[in-house]
């Protein structure tokens, strides 16, 4: 079984998010702090794929990311951002390996992070 951490800050986007990974067979944890999401990557569980928002409280989610791309156990794992505002330069460059624009759709939001964890696992990732 695959597994996803979910870091958004707006909690019924976080819960509808979880809900639709879960219905495909994924292992959800979600956090809706930024800065719980980076304590809990700092520690050892291990996670597939890694979904940011760009704005949540603690820190933004450029800031997780590279947090994220920091850690050397987490430099691989594919991370997407979901954001209405933010450069796909900017998230980029910050080590978002995709980004999807608000409003999303659901079926190309789990197509999407499918298709990064495939490519990470094709790399030796």
Known sequence: M???????GNESVAELFAYVF??????VTRYSDGKRAGEELCGRAQYD???VSHRFDGIDGVDLIKL??????????????VTGTLGLDVATTAGADDVLYKPIDLAVLVATVSKCVERGKHQGT
């Open 22 to 27: 879960a219905s495909h067979g994924w292992n």
């Open 68 to 81: 994220i791309r920091a850690l050397d156990h987490r430099k691989d794992v594919p991370i997407v951002m």
């Open 2 to 8: 695959k597994s996803i951490l979910i870091a958004d």
């Open 49 to 51: 794929a890694v979904l």
